[in-house]
């Protein structure tokens, strides 16, 4: 027997089974960014609350951007601001207010993950400045809308430290726990 007709079927098995864990991870990491504010987001006061739930969320959210495609990290931007909407918990009474965040968080989301992929997967920078830079961006995109929101008179000053200064900290925060595990893998 050639030595193709051994080699082709092992390759196959290995990438099956790497699609497999890829499916796996995927289930995980969306569990979390889902379930984080219904299981977290009551357990403390105020901004401890926004900031473990925020923190887990970008945590998944890096990784998302370091391990999966394009395809897969869009329900990980979506989910969590719709998690947190439903619970209520996270910004208490004023969770009504999130509402008109939702969208504004989706692309601040979205701008978190693709720097991360653009900067580090793409590119191969430094994960520490891809991050910082991811971080950023996400922040003051969030700190602009919120801001604009606020002199609508749509939203409460609330959020402003919330959309602007925890995002911040939270983005960098989750994103050195993912560098952690990032490094652990490999």
Not at 97 to 112: D, M, T
Request: hydrophobic letters at 60%; one cysteine or more.
């Amino acid at each position: 027997m050639p030595y193709r007709e051994y080699f082709v079927p092992a390759m196959d098995g290995r990438l099956a089974l790497e699609s497999r864990f890829r499916d796996v991870e995927f289930a995980v990491y969306l569990a979390m960014v889902f379930l984080a504010p219904f299981f977290l987001g009551h357990l403390w006061q105020g901004i401890l609350d926004q900031f473990v739930v925020g923190s887990i969320v970008n945590c998944f959210l890096a990784l998302g951007a370091l391990y999966l495609g394009m395809k897969k990290v869009l329900p990980l931007i979506l989910l969590p601001s719709i998690a947190a909407f439903l619970t209520g918990i996270v910004f208490g009474p004023q969770s009504l207010f999130l509402l008109y965040l939702i969208p504004f968080i989706w692309v601040g989301n979205a701008i978190f993950v693709y720097a991360i992929k653009l900067l580090k997967v793409a590119r191969g920078s430094n994960y520490a400045l891809s991050l910082a830079w991811a971080a950023a961006g996400k922040s003051l995109f969030l700190l602009i809308a919120s801001f604009a929101l606020f002199s609508l008179s749509i939203i409460p000053v609330q959020f402003l430290f919330a959309m602007g200064l925890l995002q911040f900290a939270t983005a960098l925060t989750g994103g050195a726990m993912a560098g952690t595990i990032y490094i652990l893998r490999r």
